[in-house]
């Protein structure tokens, strides 16, 4: 029995997500008398996805087989060069409710992330993974962060490494003007909004330029 994995059922105008006990067991419902879809994954196993037909009564069994391994690498974007240092998430988001909150609506529910820190040789591993239905938010220091998607619908390669690529940082700089007369904003706050919120602050010089650190 697989304790802790999940259990998604999907058709047309419904998603619910359950998750497993410890005998492994899982209740989804109500439900639609036919539902399209039933996909399972646990952490250590690769995804699976059937078309299924919940019974009213009895269980449906669900198997898993193991998920092979990741292994990638970390460059710049440019001179292809590995990069020593960074941290690699690999994230599944499901669109589902939870089975037993029937007051929420589908919400995003990330499943089981998992994290790898990337070696001085720009070398990254997962012990395991899904095959699919993953994507990857890739950083490092001196550049910009990223999210690859590649493999969200599509199966990676079952050999082989995964070569990541990152755009080194460029330094923003620039002129705050005044709309009216165009004349320097001397003085001008100015601040560098990301996704996750303010990286830099700069205060515009006598001539309403400013740089960022990025």
């Not at 419904?14 to 497993?20: E, G, H, K």
């Not at 669900?62 to 590995?82: C, F, H, I, R, Y």
């Not at 994290?115 to 990254?124: C, K, M, P, T």
Request: glycine fraction near 10%; charged fraction near 20%; hydrophobic fraction near 40%.
């Amino acid at each position: 029995p697989l304790a802790d994995g999940w259990v998604l059922a999907l058709s047309d105008d419904y998603s619910q997500l359950a998750r497993t006990a410890e005998d492994g067991s899982f209740q989804i419902g109500p439900v639609p008398e036919l539902v399209s879809l039933v996909g399972r994954y646990a952490t250590g196993y690769d995804i699976a996805l059937t078309n299924d037909v919940l019974p009213a009564e009895g269980k449906l069994p669900l198997e898993l087989s193991p998920g092979p391994p990741v292994n990638g690498v970390l460059v710049d974007a440019d001179t292809k060069q590995p990069l020593p240092a960074g941290e690699i998430k690999l994230l599944m988001d499901v669109t589902a409710q939870m089975t037993g909150n029937g007051a929420q609506l589908p919400d995003h529910v990330i499943v089981d992330p998992q994290v790898a820190q990337v070696d001085s040789s720009g070398r990254f591993q997962f012990p395991s993974a899904p095959s699919r239905g993953f994507w990857i938010e890739a950083s490092s220091p001196g550049y910009v962060p990223d999210r690859i998607d590649t493999w969200k619908d599509q199966v990676r390669p079952a050999e082989g490494e995964l070569t990541i690529e990152l755009d080194a940082v460029e330094p923003i700089a620039g002129r705050a003007m005044i709309g009216d007369s165009h004349d320097p904003a001397v003085g001008a706050a100015i601040a560098g909004l990301a996704l996750h919120g303010e990286f830099a602050k700069a205060t515009t010089n006598d001539d309403g330029d400013f740089e960022l650190d990025p």
